[in-house]
């Protein structure tokens, strides 16, 4: 990985896991279609999809998911490569 100013940017060649945040609520039926992320209802009415990314273009398609859906995307954060093994331990336990 390369750090730039104590933030950790993930290699191009490594899955990172990437939580979208976007304005209202998303049932979880939806899971399939945004390739099996975690769709986590929040107290203030957003919906945050977390789940791991293999590279730019699956991450434009997500995005392009939720223009898709016409729900108002509020931010995306990346650099969590090491909890690939967490969300793959979740979703075993399901």
Do not use: C, Y
Not at 6 to 30: M, V
Not at 66 to 73: A, E, Q, Y
């Amino acid at each position: 990985m390369i750090s730039r100013k104590n933030k950790q940017i993930p290699a191009l060649d490594q899955t990172s896991i990437f939580q979208i945040r976007i304005k209202g609520h998303l049932g979880h039926q939806w899971t399939d279609w945004f390739d099996g992320m975690a769709i986590t209802l929040e107290d203030d009415g957003n919906t945050l999809l977390t789940g791991p990314v293999a590279d730019q273009a699956t991450l434009h398609g997500l995005i392009k998911k939720v223009r898709d859906l016409g729900m108002p995307l509020i931010s995306i954060d990346s650099g969590f490569p090491d909890r690939v093994d967490i969300l793959d331990n979740k979703k075993k336990t399901e």
